[in-house]
């Protein structure tokens, strides 16, 4: 791709955009094919894809734009039905990459399955003989699935812990196995369950326990992509208020987060904001994301903010988002959803780390487009401009009487479906 920059875009119409997204290589004539087509989900596909199925539910698909993530640009592709979420993002991408632009990484994929014992007469003993199998324990989950060992990743690793060793409940004392997997590109879900219920029988035999639960935990705290911005303030200027005062407001917006799970689960939601659509648009499994970042947002005991914000040395802001990322680019749904696969072509990333670490960049970005809105004006400003045109169309105004109707509600401050339909009257008379 050329370049994620491009001016105007949000003034065209959805044809002219995709042309313009053409012309800067974004997607291949494919993915071209795909966008344009007016089933994008067939009815076939979908009904194999879940049960009872009865039609499919789109969606729009919006593009983040401006994005600079370590040196290569990213046209992001978003799917989510609420407004102003992808200009937001686009707006923040765009003074990020005046600053350089996102700073991200990745850890290693390893994700975690999870086997859980009970009634061990000997819990300890239990443990000990389970950490003395580790090598024989990863070489039977490994020829459970060989195409993924092929691949370079694998079982690599257990740990056990005791829960509740001191209850007197038999419901309560459990011995719990972690396997360690690396699931390549791959969300993994499947590959891990197979392993974990292939060890059951050698679990129950080594514990003398019996073997419960076999499955993933979503908690995938050593699958972790991290993004980092740092923004020196004049970047942060808006209307009357001075970059020090917008990036001061930030941090003490921050600091209200931290410290309160009140605002801190507002604060995540709209973090969550940018992450869905993205993991949404690639055919990922968002309720995994969802539930892996907030349980992340509690690891210290108490739910907290997922970013950090602070100042440097310099007086610039700087911003960190750390989550897990249990996202693939292949699996599941991605590879039988056309639109995950477009989704993916306009990406352009090579592998699940690559994307996992797009997706925190986004994430950190529309944490702050939020914060500083929040800070200034308050949020309400800018997003009942962009809401205005979804109470146009509710209040039943089509065509041209839905930019008319939108901007006549914004122009007398007054964004309500009645006011709207009593728009839509007068026009129409
Ligand atoms: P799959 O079962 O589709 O497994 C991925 C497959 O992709 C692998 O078996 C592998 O097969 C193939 N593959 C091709 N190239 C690669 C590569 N580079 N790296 C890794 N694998 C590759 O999907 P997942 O195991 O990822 O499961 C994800 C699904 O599980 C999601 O739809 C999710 O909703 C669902 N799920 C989620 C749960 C949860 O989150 N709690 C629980 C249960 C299911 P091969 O090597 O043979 O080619």
New binding site residues.
Partial sequence: MQTSRIPGFYKQTVTKRRELLKNVEAFTEEAFHVLSSPEPLPLDTADNMIENVIGTFPLPLGTGLNFLINGKEYIVPMVIEEPSVVASASHIAKIVREAGGFTTEATERVMIGQIQVIGCTDFHKAKAALLHAEDALIEQANAS?P??V??G?GAKEIGVRILNKDSMSNYQQMLVLHLYIN????????????MVESLAPTVEELTGGKVYLR??S?LADRCLACATCTIPPHLLKTGDFSGEEVRDGVIHAYEFAASDPYRAVTHNKGIMNGIDPVVIAT???W??VE?GAHAYAARDGQYTSMTTWSVDAEGNLVGELELPM?V????????VHPMAQAALDILHVS??QELSQVIVAVGLAQNLGALKALATDGIQKGHMALHSRSVAIAAGATGELIDIVSKKLVEINEIRVGKAKELVEEYIK
């Fill in positions: 699935y195409s993924i092929k691949r990743g699931t390549c590109d791959a969300m993994g879900a499947n590959i891990i369950n197979t499955i993933l979503n055919g990922n499994d309720r995994a539930a249990s693939g680019i292949v699996g599941g749904s991605i590879n592998s699940a």
